[in-house]
Every structure is written in structure tokens, then in C-alpha cells.
């Protein structure tokens, strides 16, 4: 398996800022609140707000207790039962006596190159300082934002958990950024591959190493001692890797040890704070890739160590096709809440230039599949109120009141389109069904999982075709689970949509089932698909 | 994902015969057979007989009730606990009253071209009709192979097992042969891709039509009635599909309820026969694979429907890293024995031209792998005694001696050798490591689950790579589990082996993981590589 690299810095450039103001949705009531528990209702949203949108989006505003406290109130009244409010990268966004606060070395006074953001290229500067300068302002002015979100969001009815990223490795090509750890600067030795930089994640720390262990547990000692929070997400998902190529299944033990270790931390502190502290995980989204890690989530379900277990992509793309089932099967008889997670990006293959993000429908296509395969969640990755934000960023408060339910996504427009898994174990072969070259007569198939089959309003295929002439697909065969679909014509999708030309192909309502679709094309012509794509409801989209 | 095709013609072709007579084994004393129960004993060998190669290969014998018995004898007194008697295909071998026999329309005294034989390639005739004409003289003199083989098989502490192929579809594209049921040509509507030959699995039954699956079980009614026999196998991999593409989730319930009427039949046998009767099923070797084909294991397993779970490649290669913990942890709280299949033949890529076959040397490390990782047996199929077999045959007496328990395999020699998966849903992404063409200065990796860490002796990676120079593969970096190994030479291999030079990397024994070790390559050229092996022990492999 080719290793491949990317950056934060490439991320940021390839994911646009884009800006929308919300109003503040209306402070629930309490009998409202009372009637919407996280652990009674079945779906519903977690939403993570990372350590740095809320610092730089909100750079140069007057913030008080009241306007950093508002920011909890777009999410009242939605589906959100879960706050995932994230603390750290490798310094924290907090004044952490423990670990480096995210303004160490900053010079309010200082010029845009002073020492701390002098490796930072030109254009990342204004963003990083924004981040780092809000950060510290407030810090400065007496406000802890997390503790005011936490009381926030409680007042508002919505579970308020702490996010703690494990192994978080921005910018690790330069090792001088402002965004790293003096720990990690003075410890390359401690890193997982420091024999090269492919993945971001060869410089992520070795968790193989008890110092490694101890500076990341001293964290959540202190997140524990400070914040009054419901839940602490351990998110090993930033970025995934945690031991060194080869080392994973001595990792299971350690991160199962880890895990007993933290579960017991906040055994303490429900003493203390008289309520229930739960635990969740964020791993990879498939059984076998998470174990190749060092995840053994069946042992940590089975031990009662965690409450909740995300299941997500990294973030190169969304990910349509998590085996909810298997997870499902893997976590029968424990109580843990199986949590599938959406990053915002939108990809349909690993080599795509293409950075699109999702918008209301594609998520909706996404969440209907999920849920109808059992997953107890719908968690937003990055689909903040700004910037690291969906596409179609005025869609973000009804995205919050339909996502995480089957009965709001009922009958609505969605799509669903083919993606890949972006995350695999060291050396773990990869599958990756797209971009496919095409032989002339030979079939190729692709499936998508399209959830409850809708009751009325228009189905298609959309299938993105490179290096082939409109009458050459005229001719191919296209079949949907077993039977011919009529050609319609080239359509123009909305974003998120391919390069190459979509062909649109009629699919009879009567044809669809519940849970996989499969597609077979038998080309005439030579040709390459590039994106596969079910899209229900969609009257939008115009054929040419 | 292109759908490719091959026939039992071409398998025949590309697998060559190779024979060799075994001395009877002595007959286990009755103080012998007490101590081997199977159920009591962990680990041992499965081991299939197919439907055919009795037949074919003692053609022109003389067969009587003993000399048919004999053929049990070369198991006992080995490591071989279940014997997995298969009857049939899409005809039977033995005179079924429900089903064709296989000699239905031969004419002991016609030609090779008789209207059976026909349509049959001249090069496959004789096989055929040695198939056809021992089994056609058997029944008439009385005997019955399978019975004889219960009896036996009882006698020598061997448990006795009759295995039906769910839907055989050897030689489907000549609709014409001899080896198909007038049932399946009389019903073209059946098949589960009627507009199509692409796998022969096309031409399979679709288990949607109620025709189909009354048919099939007709034949286990007829089983349970005539055959005494300590479990029924249903072989779902022959040949894995049976529904029509984007059938296969309503075809969970349809296996599910097929499975149940099945198990009730033979809890009605049990009283009968006052014995307990157990089920086994043969599905694919990844439970998402698995459930997207319409196998829904875990339910089977949870409401005790099968006592024994056979998860196996389906031909194409020997399966070296089937992910036998997440079927464990599937399977948790039943009492489903979980059994690993290997298949005979060993390839490293479903393009490659080569058809080579396993070796002791490579089924002990697949074994000593699968075994440690949790398998509690090891299945062979297409192991027999001559003709489909393992190239060395001469080893076969040793190998059902070692193969099935840890113990008999510590510190022998065994090949670990990246294979791939053979079965895959429809439209599923598949994930084929090999082959992978190398850019010079980028990273590659594999990963090979080797079992335990063996006391002494070599151990080596081996690569065989294509388009590079020696001196260009000396310059390239490799790394086990990120330890620099060194480039010890070009060596030649016993077979199996490719057809690329083999280059041998010493890895000192104390970097070798229990379970994945991660190989990492960086050549500096650009390069091909088709062969990744881990070798244990192999003196015999000598350095050019």
C-alpha cells in the first residue's frame, strides 16, 4: 500500500473558509428539557467543536460570559444530545498547567513573524495568531470557555462532554510551528516512524512508550479535575496511529490498560461529582482496521470501560458505508452506544483533487443509510457554524433538526454517493473502489447503502464518466439490482459533483431495496467512472 | 469491480494431476478412540472429500465394501476429527431418488461422445466418465460410498459428516454437460443472472424463487433419511452466490428461515437416531462479505441454528489472513466452533498466470497463524489424496499429523505468503495487495499474520520483485516492524514460488511480533512486486 501524505496546511487550503452568521435559537424550557434525555431517545446528534474554530472564528469580537455562552444556544432545540467540546491539538486551548496552553511563547505585542509564527507560511499566519491571540484574550480576561459552555449547554438540555484528541500531529512537516508541544520538539525519539515523514501520522507520538502515556493521561487528570463534564471523549482519532508499524497488537493491551486506567479516573470523580461520567471512544470505522490499530473495542464494551464508540473516517471523505451491522453484531449485549461519524469532507476517491464538502442532502443521504442500519447516532466531525463547515452552510440549522433521526429524514431529497475508507492498518490491504478504468464489455459493480426505500418522488443513478461520448454510454447497459435503467440524459448536479460529465439513469422506485443497491454497468466503450451516486428526490437536478 | 470469470475447465487445466498411493494407517484401538473425542479436544482437522474424486481417481479398481472403507484409514490415527463427505453437485454421486445421479443418461456400453459426454472437451472426457462410470458401477453392485464411509469413519473415532454443495455451477458455461441437473437447465429463469455469463456464480440458483429452495431441500430430506451421519455441512461456497445482485439483504431472512427448517429437520432425525445431529455451515472468510452475500452468521450462531462456522476463500488461493478475531468475538457466548478453511490452491493476486498449490511447509503457517489467532480447527478442502491435492503429496501422511494443533507445528518450518481474498459481494470493494507497481522513493507496505514467535532458527522476508536490478533492490530500504533488515541475496525457492527473482532480508528473531509483523519497502527505482513472504526456518531455501 502506496503511504501517502497530507497536511493541515494542505487541508486548510484545499477547504475554503466559508462564513455564515446564525441567530440564537430559543433557550429550551424545562419541561422541554426534561422530556429529552440523551439516554431515553433512541438517535440524535453528537456535534464536535474542535480546539481552534470557536478562537479564530470568533478573533477581534468583544466576548463576555453571555456571548461565549450564546454559542451553546444554536444547538439547543436541535438534535443535538451531545456536545463534544475539544480541548487540545498537542497544546491545549485552555490554561493548562499541565501542558502547553496554545498561546506558549505568543507576544501580544509581537509582529506576525515574532519567533512562535515564524515558520508559519504567510497565509496560514493571520488564522493561526486569530486562534492563538482569542485564546489567550480570553484566558486573559478570566474566561475558561469550556466551563461556560459546559453550564451552557446543560441549562439548554444538551449533554456537555470534553473531546481530548490523543495523538493530534497538524504540522508536524514543520517541526517549528507554533501549534507543537515542547514535549514533542524535545522528543523525537518518541516518535511512532521517525525513520521518515509519509502520513502526518509517522510523527505522531508511540504510545508504546509509558512517557508517551503518562504526558497524555496528565491531561486528563487535569480535564477531569477541572471541567464538570458528562462525558469524556478519548478521540484517538486524531489521527488514528499510535504505535509504531508492526507494534499494534502489543498496542491493543496498552490501550486497553489506558482505557481501564481513565474508566477508573472517572469512577473517582463520579464520587465526587455525584452523576455519571461517561466514556466513548473515536475509532476507525471498520472492525478489522480498528483491531490492526490496537483498538480492541469489543474488550473495552464487553469490560464496561466505555459508554459510547464513534466509529468514524479520518477526514479525507465521509464515509457512506460504515459496517454498522458488524459493529452492531460486535457490541450485542453491552450497552454502548454504537455512534457513526460524518467528516465534512465529501471524496470519491483517495487520488481526487477535488476537496467538496457535504451539504444538507448529501448528509441526509449518509444519516438515513446509518441510522437504518442501526446506528443509535449521527456524529458531525467538522460541521462547525463556520469555516469547517458544510457547504451549504445556510442548511445548518435544519441539518441539525433531521440529521440524526429516520422519521425527519423521511422522504426528504438526499444523495448518496460512493466514497472509500480513508483509514487502514499498517500494511492492511486496502479497498477502494474508485475511479475504476473500463474495459469495453466488460461489467463493473458498485453498491450503495440507501436506507428506507422512499414512498414517493423521482430515483436516479448518477454515475460521473471520463474519456467516453454521450452516445457510447447510450449504448452501455446500466442495471440496478438486476434490471435495465433507462439513460435519461447528462445532468448538471449541484455541488458536491464530479469533474467529468453525470449521466443520469432512471431507477423505478418498485426497484430499490432497503440497504444495498448494486449497480452494474457493462461499457461498450472504454471508459472511467469516477463517481457512483443514488440521488432520491433530487427535482434540482437539470438535465442539459 | 470487473467481474471475472473462470469454469471448472480451466481449474482442471490450470491444476495439474499429480498421484500418490498411501499406506493404510492402522486402525485405532477402542481405548484410543475414548480419549479423541471431538467435541472435548481443541484444535484438529476438518477435512472435505469432494463429490468426484473417489470416483475419478479409483476408476478401474476393484471396489468392495472394504476396499471403499480403506479409504477412511489413511485419516485415522491423525490429527483429522470431522470427515466432510460431500454427495453431490448439481447431480449426486450416490442414487439419489430426488435428485439426478451423475450417471443419469450414461450408457455404461456407449462411446466417449455419447450424448452425455458430448458437448465435454475431449481432454476432459476421461475424467468425466471415470467420475461417472465408478459411481454408475458402485450403486449397481450395491455399494454405497457414503454409508461405507460413516461406518468406518465411527469405527476409526472419526466423525462422520455429509456436506451438500448449496449451488454448484462447475461448467455452467457449457450448458450442455454432463454435470448439470435437468432441473437447472430446464429453468434458465432460476438463475441468478440470467443476462449474463460473467463468474460462473452467474449461472448459479437464485435462492429467491421458493422452487430453488425446495429443490435443495428435497435432497437434505433425502440426506437426513438415508445417511446416519454425526452433522450436515450446507457448503454455501460452492459457489457463495445466491441471489440476484442487490437481492442479497431480503436474502438474509430467506438463508436464515432455510437454515431454521434445516435445523428443525435434523432435531427431528436426533429422536430418531438418538444421537445429537449438528450443522455446519461453509460462508465467506469476512463478516461484512459474508452478510452483504445473505449469510447472516450471527444469527444462525445466536439462536443455536449451527453448531460449527466454516469461514473460507472460495478457490482462488489459499486465504492466509482470514480475520478470524473478529468471527471469535462474533461469536462470543455461543458455543459455535469457529473453523478456518484453506483452499489448495496458493496465488498471490487473482491476475497472476500461476496455479501453484499449497505445500506442507505453506499450510503450517497458515495454520500456525489462523490457530493462534483463535480458530479452534483448520478445514481442508480440496486436500485429497491424489489427483486435487498438495503438490508434495508425499507430505499429506505428515500434514494431517501437524496441521491442526499448535503444538505439532512449534518451530517448523512454514512460509507465511500474502495471499488475497477470493469473495467479495456484489459491487463490494475489494482489497487486493498484490501486485503493486512501486514509484522509486515511495513507501509500501504488507502485513503478515505469522502465529508464534518460534524459538529458533532463520527467519526471512522474502520479495519477489520485477523490473529491478540487483544492485537497485540492494539500495532499497526494508524495514521490519521499522527495524532495518539486510539484503541477503537472491535465493531460489522451492515451490510455490513466482516467476520474479526472490529477494531474501534476514530478520533477526527478536524483532518478529506474535501476530502482524509490518514489512516496509522504499526502493529507490521504480519496481513491481508480486511476492511478499515471511519464512520460518527454512534452511532449505539456498542463496544464489
Known sequence: MKISQFTRRQYLQAVPASVAAFASMPVLGAKEKASRSSTTQAGGLCLNEDNSHYFSSRAGQKLTTETVAAWVDQYANTQVRELMLCVNCMRTSYNSNVWDPIWKGYDPAGSDDQPLLASTPAASRKGARDWIHTAWQLNKNGLDVYQIWITRARKQGISPWISMRMNDVHNVDDTRSYIHSEFWRAHPEYWRVPYRLGPSADRAFDYGRHEVREHHFNLIRELAERYDFDGLELDWMRFGYHFKPGHERAGIEILTDFTTQVRRLLDSWERKRGHKIKLSARVPSRPQTALGLGYDVVTWAQHKLIDMLVVTPFWATIETDIPIETWKNLLRGTSVQLVAGLEVL???????KQFQKNTLETVRGAAASLLDRGADRIYLFNYMDSQTAMDDLQNYPTLLREAGKPETLSNKPRRHILTFADTWAPGEPRAIPLPIQCAAGSWYSFRLATGPIPTSGKV????????????????????????????????????PKPEAPVYSFEIPRTLLQRGYNVIEIHPQQPCKIVWVEIAMNMNAISTR
Chains 1, 2 share one sequence.
Open 460 to 495: 436516479q443513478a448518477l454515475l460521473g464518466l471520463e474519456n467516453i461520448s454521450a452516445s457510447d454510454v447510450a449504448s452501455s447497459e446500466l442495471r440496478v439490482n438486476g434490471e435495465i435503467c433507462k439513460l435519461t440524459g447528462v445532468v448538471e448536479l449541484q455541488k
Open 346 to 352: 465529501i471524496r470519491t476517491h483517495p487520488e481526487s
